[in-house]
């Protein structure tokens, strides 16, 4: 079982998934993870910054983990 490495860089931002003002602790390059859901989200720069849900594919990219 992998465990995240949590980096000392937080952020506040609102998260996309449970839509709460919360704290957004990096755990990757630009990926953060919600301390309220869990959900982790990927911070996406485009002109703005937003935070988006990873999806699978995401995922499988970051980590490694392969769908069967
Ligand atoms: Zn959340």
């Given at each position: 079982m992998k465990?995240?490495?949590?980096?000392s860089l937080i952020v506040h931002g609102i998260c996309p998934s449970c839509r709460e003002l919360t704290v957004l602790v990096s755990v990757l390059d630009n990926i953060y993870k919600c301390t309220n859901c869990g959900?982790?989200?990927?911070?996406?720069?485009n002109g703005v910054i937003k935070y988006l849900?990873?999806?699978?594919d995401?995922?499988?990219l970051l980590y490694g983990e392969k769908s069967k």
């Open positions: 465990k995240f490495i949590v980096e959900e982790e989200l990927q911070q996406h720069v849900p990873i999806n699978k995401t995922k499988e």
